[in-house]
């Protein structure tokens, strides 16, 4: 993980050494945090998991999908 | 351990468990706290651990490990679960748990990245145990410790029978309990080898069991019915008897564990 996107997780209150080991539960690849739209974003899975009161929640269905100019 | 010195500890914590049942025959919470420490004990958590407990529901589990490990994540299927269990952790000031929303059979984590992996009472929830037990073993380190803990069914395929029905009644979503055989040979299957198991019985009176549930159709009296039917022959292989309160029975219930090879 770069520096930059450990401060960025940190001051969104995400640990930083959490989202080292979290991935995308379908592609098991690394996740990328989208401060604006609090967001951990898959771009294997095309999806965007919400992070709703500080909880990523890490589930597909409940997921965004990314469209094509979003990524 | 040697399994003879395993097999004496199976029967101290089992002793100790029905005593303690009998104390705490009107107390279930202090009961539920027993089991918590049981899991935790078996997971044998060290101050530099990781450590993950699925299906965590309201954070009990996670709670008590993360006052002995490094860090605790708690992963449910529910939202509303891990509210509940992020307000645990903030009541006992614990800092270093955090929640995740994810799927058992699917959760979002790398390989290998675990030093302790607990899971207490959803087993019976699931249609496919072995997935869900294939994804603990992967995310779980060389060397870590997986604990796998529920109630379990009698190997007598009718008294099984008689208590998944019973408890499919009080509790839809239940797909039934296992056999110990069968949550052995998870462990087996994964390469993990024989697990320690240390078993321990919930008790309950019928009517406070009944009492606390949501039978279908809201039917408690038919529940309570079917457990006082079982009395006569153990049907259900629940101990179930006759006491000056009502019927009492219990669901045989085990923690397994075992390290993960390096």
């Not at chain 1, 899975?45 to 992070?51: E, G, H, K, V």
């Not at chain 2, 044998?44 to 990781?50: I, K």
């Not at chain 2, 110990?180 to 406070?208: C, W």
């Amino acid at each position: 993980m770069t520096e930059e996107r450990k401060s960025v997780a940190a001051a969104a209150g995400i640990d930083p050494r959490l989202l080292e080991i979290l991935v995308c539960p379908l592609t098991k690849t690394v996740l990328r945090y989208d401060a604006e739209r609090n967001e951990l974003v898959s771009l294997a899975a095309r999806l965007a998991y919400p992070i709703r009161d500080g909880i990523p929640i890490m589930l597909p269905e409940e997921a965004r999908r990314l469209e094509d100019d979003a990524a | 351990m040697t399994s003879e010195v395993a097999d004496a500890h199976d029967r101290a914590i089992q002793d100790q468990f029905t005593r303690q049942a009998t104390g705490f025959a009107r107390a279930q919470e202090l009961h539920a706290d027993d089991v918590v420490a049981l899991v935790v004990e078996a997971a044998r958590p060290q101050p530099g651990d990781r450590a993950i407990d699925l299906a965590c529901g309201p954070g009990s589990v996670a709670c008590a490990l993360a006052k002995r490990a490094r860090h605790v994540t708690g992963l449910d299927a529910t939202a509303a679960m891990l509210e509940k269990a992020r307000d645990l952790a903030a009541r006992e000031g614990l800092a270093n748990v955090d929640w995740r929303a994810g799927d058992i059979y699917r959760t979002p984590f790398a390989d290998n990245c675990f030093d302790v992996v607990t899971c207490r009472f959803a087993f019976h929830h699931l249609e496919t145990p072995a997935a869900a037990f294939a994804e603990m073993v992967r995310i779980a380190a060389p060397g870590a410790r997986i604990v796998l803990c529920d109630a379990f069914a009698s190997d007598d395929p009718q008294k099984a029978a008689a208590l998944n029905a019973m408890d499919r009644i009080r509790d839809p979503s239940t797909v039934g309990y296992w056999t110990l055989p069968y949550l052995r040979g998870l462990f087996e299957a994964s390469g993990l080898g024989a697990p320690l198991v240390q078993r321990f019985d919930v008790s309950y009176l019928a009517t406070d069991f009944v009492a606390k549930s949501f039978p279908l159709n809201d039917d408690r009296a038919g529940l309570l019915a079917i457990i006082e039917a079982s009395v006569d022959g153990d049907t259900m292989d629940s101990g179930a008897h006759w006491t000056p309160e009502g019927v009492r029975f219990s669901f045989r219930s085990a923690a397994l564990s075992a390290v993960k090879p390096g």
